[in-house]
């Protein structure tokens, strides 16, 4: 199973909007609506950022946004703030039981 | 408080064997999957391998299998990670995470894994 393919890093000012694409195949991303979105800071636990495509877990703020098209699936993060600056991994089901990562995606806050 | 504690994790020869261990707290153990993904020194989060509730369904990342095993003791709360014959590239940390409907909402600090000669 190959990893999900991710920008290596991405980049914004405090205030700005950026997207993060997440691209699959049809037997992961685009066939299934178990898309989710984490934020890793280095040392810390990552932390679920949005579920099954497009849903905020609790205590996420709405400045955080997920969708789907076809194979692809986006992390849109609006009003950048400096504490966004993390690493961001798509993750997809992969199968019965089995789940795929991306290769992340590293999240400058200029 | 929702809570997972990864322990067990070390330094180990190639070819060597470790178990690391995560006990549960904070919320009802045999309601949900649990998982390990791993992050190895310079690369992504990698999912390894899960059980389900009662620990009758086993999957495991193709790189693992034959040499983890994941196993688990509802009455302790705690998952495990059997790992043996460890290369090099298994180095990481080891996160325990609770897993439902393929989302993982609930993860550890993580157990360092060093495989070395």
């Known amino acids: 199973q190959s990893a999900l393919t991710q920008p290596r890093s991405v980049s914004g000012s405090p205030g700005q909007s950026v997207t993060i694409s997440c691209t699959g195949t049809s037997s992961d991303v685009g066939g299934s609506n178990f898309v989710s979105w984490y934020q890793h800071h280095p040392g810390k636990a990552p932390k679920l950022m949005i579920y099954?495509?497009?849903k905020w877990p609790s205590g996420v703020p709405d400045r955080f946004s997920g969708s789907k098209s076809g194979n692809t699936a986006s992390l849109a993060i609006s009003g950048l703030q400096t504490e966004d600056e993390a690493d961001y991994y798509c993750?997809?089901?992969?199968?019965?039981?089995?789940?795929?990562f991306g290769g992340g995606t590293m999240l400058t806050v200029l | 408080e929702v809570q997972l504690v990864e322990s067990g994790g070390g330094f180990v020869q190639p070819g060597g064997s470790l178990r690391l261990s995560c006990a549960a707290s904070?919320?009802?153990?045999?309601?949900?999957?649990m998982t390990w993904v791993r992050r190895a020194p310079g690369k992504g989060l990698e999912w390894v391998a899960n059980?389900?509730?009662?620990?009758?369904?086993?999957s495991y990342v193709d790189s693992v299998k034959g040499r983890f095993t994941i196993s688990r003791d509802n009455a302790e709360k705690s998952v495990y990670l059997q790992m043996s014959s460890l290369r090099a590239e298994d180095a990481a940390v080891y996160y325990c995470?609770?897993?439902?409907?393929?989302?993982?909402?609930?993860w550890g600090q993580g157990t360092v894994v060093t495989v070395s000669s």
């Open positions: 904070g919320f009802t153990f045999t309601n949900y999957w």
């Open positions: 099954e495509v497009s």
């Open positions: 993750c997809s089901k992969a199968g019965s039981n089995r789940s795929v």
């Open positions: 995470v609770r897993h439902s409907w393929y989302t993982f909402d609930v």
């Open positions: 059980i389900n509730q009662d620990g009758g369904e086993r």
